[in-house]
């Protein structure tokens, strides 16, 4: 059983940067392949992006790229999801979840933390 905790809440003004955590409670994440979605309000839940269990590899939903960067320490057992020039529109609950492969879809994650709310608004 992975247990994830998500670190990083937060209310923003459009334009602002925030870095979410992802951590494991018990177990060491490099076994993972870790994944990052949102929800918003009345809509499902979406990809973000996800990352290998190196770091090496790496992917992203193609209206966050450039501006959200997934990356991973595994000495420090965390994985972060770095988010630059926010927008109103990604004011979601972001969740990170773990699986065995790199998936899209959040039914092939096994694993997922509480999630953590981003509110972006000025």
Same mark, same amino acid.
């Given at each position: 059983?992975?247990?994830?905790?998500?670190?990083? $809440?937060?209310?923003?003004?459009?334009?602002?940067?925030?870095?979410?955590?992802?951590?494991? %409670?018990? /177990?060491?994440?490099?076994?993972?392949?870790?994944?990052? =979605?949102?929800?918003?309000?009345?809509?499902?839940?979406? =990809?973000? &992006?996800?990352?290998?269990?190196?770091? %090496?590899?790496?992917?992203?939903? #193609?209206?966050?790229?450039? /501006? =959200?960067?997934? #990356?991973?320490? @595994?000495?420090?057992?965390?994985?972060?999801?770095?988010?630059? @020039?926010?927008?109103?529109?990604?004011?979601?609950?972001?969740?990170?979840?773990?699986? &065995?492969?790199?998936? /899209? @879809?959040?039914?092939?994650?096994?694993?997922?933390?509480?999630?953590?709310? $981003?509110?972006?608004?000025?």
């Amino acid at each position: 059983q992975l247990l994830l905790l998500e670190s990083g $809440v937060g209310l923003l003004q459009p334009g602002a940067s925030l870095r979410l955590s992802c951590a494991p %409670s018990g /177990r060491t994440i490099n076994s993972y392949v870790i994944g990052w =979605f949102r929800q918003a309000p009345g809509k499902v839940r979406e =990809f973000v &992006a996800t990352i290998n269990r190196s770091g %090496s590899t790496t992917s992203y939903a #193609s209206s966050m790229k450039g /501006r =959200f960067t997934i #990356s991973r320490d @595994n000495a420090k057992n965390t994985v972060y999801l770095q988010m630059n @020039n926010l927008k109103p529109e990604d004011t979601a609950v972001y969740y990170c979840a773990g699986s &065995a492969n790199m998936y /899209r @879809n959040p039914g092939a994650y096994t694993y997922w933390g509480q999630g953590t709310q $981003v509110t972006v608004s000025s």
